[in-house]
Nanobody, 119 residues
């Protein structure tokens, strides 16, 4: 069974930095795209950044130039480096990985990690 475990969230002052990690474990054949999403109470989950298996990245306009997504395929891990954090970045951050345990890919989600940015 595949499991994603996130780490790295916490409380930081505005202008500070945090690095999130999300490691997949279990029986996997192949991992395709990876991504980070975030959600605040009463709002829909929104895309933060994604990275393809080939390393191509995409990010929301609100985080471009401040957040960087990367991956380590040998460790089945995706990272989100968050710099110049703002109070509006406060949210629960979720990772997602597209993983094939057989012939088909399926989306797997992490448990979420709280990021709180104080002003």
């Amino acid at each position: 069974q595949v499991q994603l475990v996130e780490s790295g969230g916490g409380l930081v002052q505005a202008g500070g930095s945090l690095r999130l990690s999300c490691a997949a474990s279990g029986s996997m054949f192949r991992i395709n795209a990876m991504g980070w999403y975030r959600q605040t109470p009463g709002k829909q989950r929104e895309l933060v950044a994604t990275i393809t298996s080939g390393g191509r990245t995409n990010a929301a306009d609100s985080v471009k130039g401040r957040f960087t997504i990367s991956r380590d395929n040998a460790k089945n891990t995706v990272y989100l480096q968050m710099n110049s954090l703002k109070p509006e970045d406060t949210a629960v951050y979720y990772c997602k990985q597209e993983i094939a345990t057989g012939l088909l890919f399926k989306d797997y989600w992490g448990q979420g990690t709280q990021v709180t940015v104080s002003s």
